[in-house]
């Protein structure tokens, strides 16, 4: 990765987590301006909110020092190339079926939840078909049936809501 | 304290069954990449939290002991560390696989990590008392400077971002804050929401963060995705090697535990620190550096496993853990009702031996534990990462929800997992925002603490520091770690190490 291309990947999280730290600052400023005292409950989140801009700013500055790129360089990625470096395609697909796990667990319950995110999960990552399927189902099934005897039989939590 | 209170205990047949138990749990733990051993550690919290205090300090250590060791097993046969300690062990114990040495890597990590892992129990058995007797001393301002400390040391010895490391370590301590206050019952950043009002749960930002993160990265790297058939031949210990190579075992160790015991280090740096002194000190091995020496796997395992007792000497001392997992042990302590600390000893003296004894014996049973399931652990190693990360995810939602039975803490270790794999990506260490959670209440309570009892005022403030010896050391050594992260410091103590060794060459 070239200097420049660092660069461009480096801002946008930097600003980001600024911008988190001047939001967590107001924040903690609305504590501190009900609760004045140093000891009390809201200098503590203000010094340490503080820091988090300080050391938000020290890092960007430690990017901006990075020396400007050369003409030997090879050609600096497209903002586009960056993000699909930054967040695979697979990551996306895995993150979305987690969150898809996440809620069909809220809503309907553990073991149903857990049975269909491991199969689609496995199925969809290794692209799967045919008899494939068929040795994915056994994996999902063994796995549950030994969560089910190791948390509900011998650890007694119950994962069932 | 007599010698026999930390033998009485293991009179309970559980007690080892339970440390033998954690200690296999670790290693198969540790040997899958993407299971930390911190993560290991998270999930055995979340199982026993409701069991009694001492089976369930036993399983966490056993899971610490096993799971350092258990990070090299994929180190050697993957390349891929199954833990951060492990990551040295596989600039020579892959290479040594790939020449068909596997067996042979294997074999020595497991008895250098024993070696290694008893030398720190002896240690945490020496200097832990002695060291209590110190921590009587320390008021209030020195706590909350040595936990800082930890975070600071943290990011320096990391080798990243120092800015980027005391970013997340703030970003963690910040999180802490959640909820409300221990002090004053102020509700803080809640936002009336019911869940918040007990603050964050450590478990899930925990898993979130080293886990999911993990699960994440890896499911994005294509290097990733392919998966190494091994060949795994008969397994023997080689006396003699151990011999030869002990004065190295012995320095290694040493390291270890100096590094494992500073506040939030750990054995991931001590096996890097470790394995550089090796290479430094090592003239003429059989086979170079990075090609398959034995040297290579002797000093990072012994290293890394000398830590795991030394973790526990700022832990029992001043209730400051040396790495995360022991900070996991901190939160597990916290769960049964027993404070650590200085305190600790005169109010949980069966608990304090029993930690130590843990270790100790933990060490024992780690090597027929690691000279076992070789054979099968490579058709472990062998599983696809599309079958493997989803059964990790799983194991993840499982360890979150199982500890407190609320949806809630699997929607923050989600969102713990996301942020941490944008700071994975970004260089911000994960292991940063666990330690600022877990150390983020002793600091507060501390800091506020010294505060109020200077009124306040900013001069008051450090002339107590100032006034007392030991305060003044522990306050010059943080500054000094911050002076020397100032870029001009670094290339100034650069030149001034190339003259000095400009000069000696001449």
């Known amino acids: ?161 | 304290m007599n010698i026999s209170d930390f033998f009485t205990l293991f009179l309970q047949p559980e007690l080892l069954l339970c440390l033998a138990g954690g200690v296999v749990f670790g290693i198969y733990g540790g040997a899958i990449p993407g299971i930390s051993v911190a993560m290991a550690a998270s999930l055995v919290v979340s199982m026993t939290f409701t069991w009694d205090a001492m089976p369930a300090i036993a399983a966490i250590i056993g899971v610490h002991i096993g799971g350092v060791y258990g990070g090299s097993r994929s180190a050697i046969l993957l390349n891929v560390p199954g833990t951060p300690a492990a990551l040295a062990t596989t600039f020579d114990g892959y290479p040594m696989a790939k020449k068909g040495e596997a067996t042979h890597a294997l074999v020595t990590t497991a008895v250098e990590s024993v070696v290694g892992g008893i030398l720190g129990a002896i240690a945490l058995l020496v200097a832990a008392p002695a060291l209590v007797k110190l921590a009587l001393l320390f008021a209030p301002r020195d706590y909350f400077m040595i936990s800082f400390m930890g975070i600071m040391l943290l990011g320096s010895l990391s080798g990243g971002s120092f800015n980027k490391a005391i970013f997340a370590g703030l970003f963690g301590m910040f999180l802490g804050c959640i909820g409300m206050d221990g002090m004053t019952a102020v509700k803080r950043f809640t936002y009336d929401n019911v869940n918040l009002m007990s603050g964050i749960d450590m478990i899930a930002v925990c898993i979130g963060m080293f886990g999911l993160s993990e699960c994440l990265f890896q499911i994005g790297d294509p290097r990733e995705s392919k998966v190494k058939k091994q060949n795994i031949g008969k397994i023997r210990i080689n006396i003699k090697e151990v011999v030869e190579h002990f004065p190295l075992t012995l320095r290694s160790s040493v390291i270890g535990i100096a590094i494992g015991a500073l506040p939030g280090t750990g054995g991931n740096i001590a096996s890097i620190v470790a394995y550089s002194q090796a290479k430094k000190t090592v003239k003429n091995p059989k086979v170079p550096f990075g090609e398959g020496a034995i040297e290579g796997l002797v000093a990072p395992e012994s290293a890394n496993n000398a830590a795991v007792g030394a973790a526990y000497i700022p832990m029992l001392a001043l209730g400051i853990p040396g790495d995360a997992t022991a900070g996991l042990l901190i939160a597990a302590l916290y769960m049964h009702g027993i404070t650590p600390g200085p305190t600790l000893f005169e109010n949980s003296r069966s608990i304090y031996c029993l930690i130590i004894a843990c270790i100790l014996i933990g060490n024992l049973i780690l090597l027929p534990a690691s000279l076992s399931g070789l054979k099968l652990f490579a058709k472990i190693a062998e599983v696809p990462k599309h079958v493997l990360l989803p059964l990790i995810v799983m194991l993840c939602v499982v360890g979150t929800y199982a500890a407190n039975g609320n949806i809630w803490d699997v929607y923050i270790m989600l969102i713990m997992g996301v942020i941490g794999y944008f700071m994975r990506i970004h260089d911000f260490p994960t292991g940063s925002v666990v330690l600022g959670l877990i150390l983020g209440s002793l600091i507060e309570l501390n800091f506020r603490r010294h505060v109020q009892s200077t009124y306040g005022e900013l001069g008051t403030f450090f002339a107590r520091i100032i006034a007392s010896p030991l305060s003044c050391v522990i306050f010059i050594i943080l500054v000094v770690i911050l002076i020397r992260q100032i870029p001009y410091v670094k290339k100034l103590q650069k030149n001034i190490l190339k003259r000095i060794r400009d000069g000696r060459s001449r």
């Open chain 1, 1 to 161: 990765m070239n200097k420049k291309e660092y660069k461009r990947k480096e801002y946008p999280i930097i600003i980001i987590l600024f911008i988190f730290s001047v939001i967590a600052v107001i924040e903690s400023l609305k504590i501190f301006v009900k609760y004045p005292e140093a000891w009390g409950a809201g200098f503590y989140p203000l010094l340490l909110s503080g820091g988090m801009c300080l050391f938000c700013m020290l890092s960007l500055i430690e990017v901006i020092g990075i020396s400007k790129s050369t003409k030997n360089e090879r050609r600096s990625a497209s903002w586009r190339e960056i993000i699909k470096n930054e967040i695979p395609t697979r990551t996306i697909i895995m993150a979305a079926i987690v969150l898809a796990y996440v809620l069909l667990f809220r809503f309907t319950n553990f073991y149903i939840a857990t049975g269909v995110f491991l199969m689609g999960s496995i199925s969809i990552l290794g692209k799967s078909r045919g008899k494939q399927l068929f040795t994915n189902l056994l994996i999902t099934m063994g796995s549950l049936a030994a969560v089910w005897i190791v948390m509900e039989k011998i650890f007694a939590i119950h994962l069932s809501a």
